[in-house]
């Protein structure tokens, strides 16, 4: 377990992989993002994607289960905010999909001794290194003991 006391700036980690699947594309996107693109072959084929692509609600619950079930497990009071997002390239089926986070900054609460706020800098790429999300979250995480420094 890693508490905002054990956590520098410059603290990075591989989450871990992912490989998505048409069908989990198809079947996630129907449900919550049922744009062409994202749900239908022909349609998708004929779009400026040239295919089935992930919708960027996808890309955020993996980055979310993967995060969760890192080794590192950061002790997560709550999350502040997500800024800077950017989806530059579309994530396709079959893609192996790597996430990683890295610490940019941190800062001890002015009002709560037991805890502080990190702030990681995520990357989600494929197998090419094509990244195919980034973004920015703020985190709330509690401090080891509840003490201050």
């Not at 520098?8 to 919550?32: M, Q």
Request: negative net charge; glycine residues 6%; contains cysteine.
């Amino acid at each position: 377990m890693l508490y905002f006391d054990d956590i520098e700036i410059g603290y990075r980690s591989e989450v871990g992989t992912y490989t998505l699947t048409e069908s989990e594309i198809v079947e996630f996107a129907s449900r919550w993002d049922p744009q062409p693109f994202h749900i239908d072959k022909k349609a998708a084929s004929a779009s400026i994607f040239g295919g089935l692509i992930a919708s960027s609600l996808h890309l955020f619950a993996i980055c979310t289960r993967l995060f969760f079930d890192h080794e590192d497990r950061i002790q997560i009071l709550a999350m502040l905010g997500k800024e800077a997002i950017r989806i530059p390239n579309p994530a396709r089926p079959g893609d192996v999909l790597t996430y990683c986070t890295e610490c940019i900054q941190k800062k001890p609460s002015s009002s709560r001794a037991d805890r502080g706020v990190i702030t990681l800098q995520d990357t989600l790429s494929n197998q090419h290194g094509d990244e195919v999300l980034t973004q920015q979250v703020a985190l709330l995480v509690s401090r080891r003991d509840n003490q201050a420094d």
